[in-house]
């Protein structure tokens, strides 16, 4: 028997939001989804809020990740030690609010889903997650385990995939809201891709308007990024696990655009 994982990419702005409200649980019943991960620190274009999590969740999402905007908006603190079901990367400092992984049911058995933020070219200054991982893995007992690195280098993602292959069911990047085309099962049976990419305004660089980016290249003045308008999309992969052995079988882009 198959379980199947859908994992969506970073949510960005109220476009984004819009999208996830209308087509999250049409896409998760067209692809036989039996679990469902988002990505959704980017949901104010910087930071999440409570009832934007709350959205994403009603949406159809079991769980949500976040990165190095997790607490760019303050009011979701509080928020995140009430709700098991989203959770911060497991390598932030210790006494920060929130939780980097937890267990959740499904028919099939337990499903870990584990948060992580990478190091190479990120603002923050995290503990090590390679070696987070390997602690946090021996603490989790669960059939499935999922695993989302934060991060911008495609070669610290490929090195977590690698670490952690015939050791969790799947392993997925985000955070550069451009999806990439490496989807596959590695060698030991976990599912991998460098990034899911993004949910959010089609015509935009990473969901921003494209003119203030451009701007920002240019060496004008800075100025708020503001999500682009117009047709949207949403970007992911779906992971089918073998129901059995917590393997991956096959890990399949599911890219839907206006």
């Not at 009011?75 to 709700?83: C, H, P, R, V, W």
Request: aromatic share 8%.
């Amino acid at each position: 028997m198959e379980f199947k994982v859908l994992a969506v990419g970073d949510v960005v702005g109220a476009p984004g939001m819009e999208r996830i409200r209308r087509h999250l649980r049409r896409l998760k019943r067209d692809t036989g989804a039996d679990f469902v991960v988002v990505n959704g620190e980017n949901a104010s274009v910087v930071g999440i809020t409570p009832d934007q999590a709350e959205d994403i969740l009603d949406a159809g999402a079991d769980v949500i990740t976040l990165g190095n905007h997790s607490f760019s908006k303050r009011e979701i603190t509080a928020y995140m030690d009430e709700s098991p079901r989203i959770i911060r990367p497991a390598n932030f400092a210790p006494q920060v609010p929130g939780r980097g992984w937890g267990v959740y049911e499904s028919k099939w058995g337990g499903v870990a889903v584990i948060d992580l933020i990478g190091r190479c070219n990120m603002d923050y200054g995290p503990d090590n997650p390679f070696l987070m991982i390997d602690r946090i893995l021996k603490q989790v007992e669960a059939k499935f385990i999922l695993v989302e690195l934060h991060a911008e280098a495609t070669s610290e993602k490929l090195a977590m995939g690698y670490m952690l292959d015939g050791r969790v069911s799947a392993v997925w990047g985000t955070h550069t809201h451009v999806p990439t085309a490496d989807n596959r099962v590695l060698p030991g049976g976990t599912g991998y891709v460098t990034d899911l990419g993004m949910t959010g305004p089609r015509e935009s660089v990473l969901g921003i308007r494209p003119e203030l980016s451009i701007a920002r290249f240019r060496g004008d003045l800075p100025q708020r990024y503001r999500w682009a308008e117009g047709a949207t999309k949403m970007e992911g992969v779906l992971f089918t696990l073998d129901s059995a052995t917590g393997k991956c079988l096959r890990a399949e882009r599911v890219d839907q655009w206006d």
